[in-house]
C-alpha cells in the first residue's frame, strides 16, 4: 500500500508561479515512475507531466516550458514547479505512482485568476 499526499495548491493570478509537492509514504525510487495530472471541471483527468526512477520526464505539450517535475528521492517527493500560470491551468492535480496498480493522492486545487 502506498500513500500519496498532495501540497501546495491555492488561487494564484495568471502569471503568476506554485510549487506542488507529491509527499509518498515509501521512497519514491522504488516507482517505476510518478506523474501529475489534473482535472478540470467537466473534464476528464490528463496528463500533465511524470519522471520516470532514471529521471526520464515527459510533459503535456500545454506545459512544456511552463512546467517542470522534479524528485527528491531523500525526502519521499515529486515536486511539479508551475510557472507562467495561465486561467486554463486551473484544476485540481492529482499525483500518481507507478507501482502494481498504480496509486493516487486525494489532489490539489489549483485556481489560476484571469
Known amino acids: 500500500q502506498v500513500q500519496l499526499v498532495e501540497s501546495g495548491g491555492g488561487l494564484v493570478q495568471a502569471g503568476g508561479s506554485l510549487r506542488l509537492s507529491c509527499a509518498a509514504s515509501?521512497?519514491?525510487?522504488?516507482?517505476?515512475?510518478m506523474g501529475w495530472y489534473r482535472q478540470a471541471p467537466g473534464k476528464q483527468r490528463e496528463l500533465v507531466a511524470t519522471?520516470?526512477?532514471?529521471?526520464?520526464?515527459n510533459y503535456a505539450d500545454s506545459v512544456k516550458g511552463r512546467f517542470t517535475i522534479s524528485r527528491d528521492n531523500a525526502k519521499n517527493t515529486v515536486y511539479l514547479q508551475m510557472n507562467s500560470l495561465k486561467p486554463e491551468d486551473t484544476a485540481v492535480y492529482y499525483c500518481?505512482?507507478?507501482?502494481?496498480?498504480?496509486?493516487w493522492g486525494k489532489g490539489t486545487l489549483v485556481t489560476v485568476s484571469s
Open positions: 519522471i520516470s526512477n532514471g529521471d526520464i520526464t
Open positions: 515509501r521512497n519514491v525510487f522504488t516507482f517505476s515512475a
Open positions: 500518481n505512482a507507478k507501482v502494481g496498480l498504480g496509486y
